[in-house]
């Protein structure tokens, strides 16, 4: 459910419950505002929780007010005690979803860089491939992976290594938008999805990635390279995730067989099969 989906239920809920709760002050409807009141620190944050707490005390005394034979003191009281419980309830609520989005957060993603784990990945490809086909969109996936990655750790120690790959997952995380889509699938392999268009913009796009990447390995504290294999892929290409991931993995290790700290570009077109194409020395980047 969208948020402004989730605004329209709470409001009309709320509003439904009021009428009621003037129609039949006797009925006892106080405690039916509390879903509500659940309903919106979920879904919509921890401060429209409080603010729809606070609505609810409201809508649940106010028809009652005309009405009732008690001192000020006592509706004072009363009135106190319902706030602080409904307020007690959102507060309860906004905890548990704190706690929900903290583990769901380390579920999804690799402890040590912070990138997507692999599982979340391929799940998100998927959905993305899918939506790819019904919209025409064209993609890029690239893997990038660290140049002689083991000598770092024999030179240096393992604590070397993980600072490598946290420098090398911040970095690209900072290049990549919002709504780009950065995992890590192996040891010292990263991979990347995003909407690209048209698709020579997709091109440019990962020659202008390696390079700005491999800027942040080279003035790490332990300086490296990285080969990077990139496939541009067009709605109608008509291959699963798991073709795709193999075919862009293959184009990687060709870079690194021309001599690593480079990148390969490839085409998944219409004829089902993985296209690379001759690239001059402007497009298969060797970084110094």
């Known amino acids: 459910m969208s948020r402004e989906s989730a605004w329209v239920a709470i409001v009309a809920t709320t509003a439904l419950l009021t009428w009621a709760n003037s129609r039949f002050p006797d009925a006892g409807l106080a405690p039916l505002y509390i879903p509500a009141i659940c309903a ?25 007010l005309p009405m009732s034979d008690s001192s000020p003191l006592a509706l004072a009281v009363r009135t106190t005690v319902r706030v602080g419980t409904y307020l007690f309830v959102a507060a309860t609520i906004a905890s548990f979803r704190r706690s929900f989005d903290r583990q769901r957060h380390l579920a999804l993603r690799d402890r040590m860089t912070g990138a997507l784990n692999g599982e979340t990945f391929h799940s998100y490809l998927e959905e993305t491939l899918d939506a790819a086909r019904e919209d025409q969109g064209i993609l890029l996936l690239a893997i ?23 420098t090398f997952a911040r970095g690209a995380r900072e290049l990549v938008r ?28 990962a020659r202008t990635l390696h390079g700005r990447v491999s800027v942040v390995l080279a003035t790490g504290e332990y300086p490296v390279t990285c ?43 219409r004829a089902q099969e993985i296209k690379t194409r001759e690239m001059p020395l402007s497009t298969r980047e060797q970084i110094a």
Request: glycine share 10%; aromatic share 8%; hydrophobic share 45%.
């Open 178 to 205: 919002r709504d780009d889509a950065f995992g890590r699938i192996g040891g010292d392999e990263f991979v990347l999805l995003l909407r690209v268009r048209p698709s020579d913009a997709g091109e440019s796009f």
């Open 227 to 269: 080969s990077m294999g990139a496939l541009i892929i067009q709605p109608d290409n008509g291959q699963n995730a798991a073709s795709l991931m193999n075919a862009v993995d293959q184009i990687m290790y060709r870079a690194k067989r021309g001599g690593k700290n480079a990148v390969e570009i490839g085409w998944a077109e």
């Open 144 to 166: 990038l992976d660290l140049d002689d990655f083991k000598a770092i750790n024999n030179q240096h120690g393992h604590a070397a290594g993980d600072t490598v790959l946290r």
């Open 40 to 64: 919106a620190c979920w879904s919509l944050g921890e401060r429209a929780g409080y603010f729809v707490a606070l609505v609810c005390a409201v809508s649940a005394i106010m028809p009652h």
